[in-house]
C-alpha cells in the first residue's frame, strides 16, 4: 500500500523558515499532482503548493513568494521550503498526491509560529 510520511514540522518564531519533507513508499499508478496543503484549527483544509507531473507549479496567494515547492524524483521526496514564517501559517501541514485512480493523505506535521 502507498504511504507518505511528513516530516520537518516543529515550533520557529516569526520570521524563520522550516524545510517541510513528504517521502513517499509503495505503486502510485500515474501520479498528476503533488501538492501540500494546511489546516488551522477550526478551518478548513487549504491548498499551499502544487506541482505537476510535468513540473509546472501552483501556489496560493498568501504564500506571497515566501514558500517552495520542490521534488527529488531518485529519492521518492518532495519538499516544501518555508521562508519568512508569519503566525498565520501555523497549521497541521499535509503531503498530497493525486494519482489516476485515488488520492493519498500523509498524517500532517504540526507548524507552530509564535510571534
Known amino acids: 500500500q502507498v504511504q507518505l510520511v511528513e516530516s520537518g514540522g516543529g515550533l520557529v518564531q516569526a520570521g524563520g523558515s522550516l524545510r517541510l519533507s513528504c517521502a513517499a513508499s509503495g505503486s502510485i499508478f500515474s501520479i498528476l499532482t503533488m501538492g501540500w496543503y494546511r489546516q488551522a484549527p477550526g478551518k478548513q483544509r487549504e491548498l499551499v503548493a502544487a506541482i505537476t507531473r510535468g513540473g509546472t507549479t501552483n501556489y496560493a496567494d498568501f504564500v506571497k513568494g515566501r514558500f517552495t515547492i520542490s521534488r527529488d524524483n531518485a529519492k521518492n521526496t518532495m519538499y516544501l521550503q518555508m521562508n519568512s514564517l508569519k503566525p498565520e501559517d501555523t497549521a497541521v501541514y499535509y503531503c498530497?498526491?493525486?494519482?489516476?485512480?485515488?488520492?493519498?493523505w500523509g498524517q500532517g506535521t504540526q507548524v507552530t509560529v509564535s510571534s
Open positions: 498530497n498526491i493525486a494519482g489516476f485512480y485515488k488520492d493519498y
